[in-house]
C-alpha cells in the first residue's frame, strides 16, 4: 500500500495576496523513500524550519517498487532515499540519477571496502546500515532458543518455525542480505543457506517492516533485518532486540537527486540538509535510529555508546560488490521466489524429512539411506543455475520487474519457465529419496523386530 506524506507548513501559513515566497512554496520538493513515517517526520519538521519556503512531499514506496517505478519512468521524483546500495546502481545504470558536487562530512572514503560516496557522484552516503538479526527476548527465552551470531545460524535445525523474513522481491533490504550471502559464502554454497533457511520458516512477510513487526508480536522469534528497523513504531518497549552477526555486513544508506528532477535547486538544498551536522544529528533522535556517515556528530552529542568509528575493526569483516548485486539484481530476486518464497511449506516437509532421517542415521548407520539423504540435501541446495552461469552479467541485465497484470516479456517468461522446471525438478528428486530413505529405514526397523511381533 502506497503511503504518502504531504507537508506544506509555507501554504498554510500564507497570505491572501501572493508573495515570491508563496511562488517558491508552489515548486515542492518531491522524495521518493522506502523510510517509514516517523523518520519522515522529524526530517519535515527541522528542515521547514530552516527553509519554510520549501514545502516537502515524501512518497513512500518498497525499494524494489522505487526502482521499477523510477527506472521505467512511471513516477516523477526529485530525490531518491533509501538504504540499498544496488538500488542507486541499478538506477545509474539507467541514466536515472544527477551527478552531485561532494559534501564534506569528515566520514572515511571506504567503509568495509564499501565506497561511502559513489566514485562518480550521482549518489552519496548519509548513514551507516548495519544488517543483523532481530528477535524477540522473551520469545527466545521462553523457547530456550540462542540469539544467532552468524548468517549460518539461521538455517540450524534448532530455529525450524522460528524465523521470519521477507520476500527480496518485494523488499531491497531483504534483498541485500540475500545478495551478501551469495557474495560472502559463494553462489551455490550461498544458495544452500537460503534453502535450509526457507525449512525453517514461519511466514514469507509482504515487506521488511513486518519482520520486525512479527517478531514484536511474537508470530516468530527471530528474522534478518536492518538496524533502524529493529524496533516497530508502536509495539512494546522491549519486544525487540538487534544483534549484528560476526559477518557485519555495513554498507552506506544513500541519497540522490533524480535526472529529471522538476526541483533540483530544492533537492540541492535538502541533500545540503541531510548531510549537514543538523541533519548528521537528527539521526541520533530515537526515533530515527540510524548511524551518522559523520564521525563528528557522535562527539557533538557526546555519545560513545553506538559509535562505530570507535569500534576497532568493526569495518573491516566485510565486503559488499553493489554493481555485482546491480547486475543480477532480478535473476536473484526470480530464483528466491522460485526456490523458497512460492515453496516455504514444501521445503519446511522436505527439510524436516531431512533431519528425522539424519537424526535416525545417527543412531543407527545403514550406507544405503545416508546416500539418499545426502542426494536429497543435494537436490533442495542446489541452485537451478549454477555459479558461471549467475556470472554471465550481460545475460541478466534486461530483467525487469514486471507490474502487477502486465505480460512479462517473452523471453524473461522463457528464463522464468526454465528456472522453475529445474527448481521443480530437484523438489521432485529430493522428494523421490527421502521416500525411499524412509521406507528403507521402516523396513530395517520391521525385520529387527522379533518374528513373533513382525506384521
Known sequence: MVRTFFFCLAVLLAPAVPTAATAMAAEKVRVLTS????????????????NPEISLEFVQRKTTTAIADIAGGRHRADIFWASAPDAFEI????????????????????????????????????????YGFVYNPNYIEQRELPVPKRWGDLAAP???GHIGISSPSRSGTMHLMVEAILQVY???????????VGGNLATVTARSFGVAAGVARGRFGIGPSIDFLANPEGMPKGSTRFALPEETLFVPASIAILTDAANRSGAERFVDFVLSP????????????????????????????GNPFQQNGLFTKSLFDASLSA??????????????????????RLWRSVRLLEAALAERSDAEVARLVSDARDALTRPPLNGAEAMELERWRDLVRVPRGLPTPEPQARLEEDIKARIDDNMQRAARALTAASARLDNAGRDARPEALRP
Not at 523510510?35 to 530552516?50: C, D, G, I, M, N
Not at 547486475?327 to 519446511?348: C, G, K, W
Open 35 to 50: 523510510f517509514p513515517p516517523q523518520v519522515l517526520e522529524l526530517f519535515q519538521t527541522a528542515f521547514s524550519t530552516r
Open 91 to 130: 538506477l545509474k545504470r539507467a541514466g536515472r540519477l544527477a551527478v552531485l558536487k561532494p559534501r564534506s562530512t569528515g566520514a572515511p572514503d571506504l567503509i568495509a571496502g564499501y565506497p561511502v560516496n559513489d566514485p562518480d557522484l550521482t549518489y552519496l552516503g548519509f548513514a551507516l546500515s548495519g
Open 158 to 160: 534448532i530455529y525450524a
Open 186 to 196: 559463494g553462489w551455490d554454497r550461498g544458495w544452500g543457506m537460503w534453502s535450509e
Open 278 to 305: 543538523e541533519g548528521q544529528a537528527l539521526l541520533l533522535d530515537p526515533a530515527v535510529a540510524r548511524l551518522p556517515i559523520s564521525p563528528v556528530v557522535y562527539r557533538a552529542d557526546g555519545t560513545s555508546d
Open 327 to 348: 547486475a543480477r539484481y532480478e535473476l536473484v530476486n526470480i530464483i528466491f521466489d522460485e526456490m523458497v518464497t512460492f515453496r516455504r511449506s514444501e521445503l519446511v
